[in-house]
């Protein structure tokens, strides 16, 4: 029984581990990408016309998600809400058995 | 403990998630500064500001002010404003006098004593100067102007360090000069007209022979009316773009030049050069010089 859910901790922890690799090799690719093609709209932009800089706004624009690409396969990387569904269904669990104990 | 390739690529995200942040806050202050709605200080904020006049700026400043005015008579034909912090306003109206009203601002009541408005008058031309009653203490405090003048006036001269320069409701033939370093200039029509600013814009109507404006970082946007052979017709900037109106009779001999900008003209052009950032040519007989120069900004000359 011990080594089962020993085995079922460990398969979920790699499955975990998996997934928050898997989201920051994903932002890296998507980095990659917006910097390509902002380079790509400033080249056209002066070539056709070097008044008005308009591949700013996709810059700014596509910049905002990249951040919070970053911010979510970095920063919050085991998935925020995730975790705190976790903590509480804990916390409920312990409460419950605290209320089965004392019956 | 050795480093794993793992950790590397945890460095490089966490790098160009920096860099991402980099660029959002770049390409919004760029955004922001091309912007002329934002450079001519036309935020909702400070429009809303000018709406509630004095009385907001007292509010919220915790700033002493007083008010004053002088009527003068007499056939003056030049007017000389000097400022150092403060606003200008000039209105052409149809009285035979001079109404010369100021608001004295400061951050306490003693500097405000301290601070005069000094008129003074020859037998042609009326003088105003900001000035301090006492030399010795540190000027603390501005002075807006707001002059009425009868249509005997044929130049005016605007100096003033932080303050937007406006001149309303004039006649076509005054000459005037307005320089101000920080601060828009504003002339709803002008004779020969030589204008100014370091970081505002300049709005203006001419229809004079000798034109000359300059800014550092403030826009141009103009009317050009009526102009004769022998006209001088010179418009520069550093960073800012140049925008002007001609009426169809405008014959010139143009050089623009806008070393990263756009350049575009809507009369036809007779090209003697053109080049990536450079046009030269004739507009009709090309009988006046006309210049424009910038170098960050876009050059256009549209007809009226």
């Known amino acids: 029984m011990g080594d089962e859910n020993k085995k079922e901790s460990e398969n979920s922890r790699l499955n975990e581990a998996r997934k928050i690799a898997k989201n920051k090799v994903a932002f890296i690719r998507h980095f990659i990408t917006y910097i390509s093609v902002l380079v790509v709209l400033a080249i056209i932009n002066n070539v056709t016309s070097r008044g008005h800089q308009w591949w700013l706004w996709v810059a700014l624009f596509w910049g905002i998600g990249v951040f919070f690409n970053f911010m979510s396969a970095y920063l919050f990387k085991g998935g925020g809400l995730k975790k705190m569904e976790d903590d509480l269904t804990r916390r409920e669990m312990e409460r419950l058995g605290e209320t089965d104990e004392k019956k | 403990m050795k480093k794993s390739k793992g950790d590397n ?34 935020f909702p904020f400070k429009r809303w500001e000018r709406a509630q006049g004095e009385k907001y700026l007292k509010k919220f400043s915790g700033r002493e002010r007083a008010e004053g005015e002088e009527i003068l008579r007499g056939l003056h034909s030049v007017l000389d404003v000097k400022n150092v912090a403060g606003s200008i306003e000039i209105t052409g109206w149809d009285k035979d006098y001079f109404l010369i009203k100021y608001i004295k601002s400061g951050p306490t009541s003693e500097s405000i004593e301290n601070l005069m408005a000094k008129i003074e008058t020859t037998k042609d031309s009326i003088s105003i100067k900001r000035s301090t009653a006492d030399k010795r203490l540190k000027s603390r405090g ?30 076509p033939g005054i000459t005037q000069s307005l320089k101000t370093v920080s601060g828009k200039i504003e002339t709803d029509n002008s004779g020969n007209l030589q204008a100014g600013s370091t970081s505002g814009s300049i709005t203006f109507r001419f229809s004079g022979s000798d034109l000359r404006v300059n800014t550092v970082s403030g826009s141009i946007r103009g009317e050009m009316l009526n102009m004769t052979p022998g006209s001088l017709l010179d418009l520069s900037s550093v960073s800012g773009s140049i925008h002007v109106d001609a009426d169809e009779t405008l014959n010139a001999e143009i050089a623009l030049k806008s070393v990263s900008g756009s350049i575009s003209c809507d009369f036809p052009v007779t090209i003697s050069m053109k080049k990536r950032n450079r046009l030269e040519g004739k507009i009709g007989d090309g009988l006046i010089p006309l210049s424009i120069k910038t170098t960050s900004g876009s050059i256009k000359i549209r007809k009226l």
């Not at chain 2, 942040?21 to 390409?27: F, Q, T």
């Not at chain 2, 102007?145 to 006649?171: A, C, H, Q, W, Y």
């Open chain 2, 9 to 42: 690529v945890n460095y490089l995200g966490i790098l160009f998630g920096l860099l991402s942040l980099v660029i959002i806050i770049l390409s919004l202050v760029f955004l922001v500064k091309d912007r002329h709605i934002f450079r001519d200080g036309l």
């Open chain 2, 142 to 171: 501005t002075i807006s102007f707001d002059i009425f003048i009868p249509d005997t006036v044929k130049s005016i001269s605007v100096n003033s360090v932080s303050g937007s320069i406006e001149l309303s409701r004039m006649d």
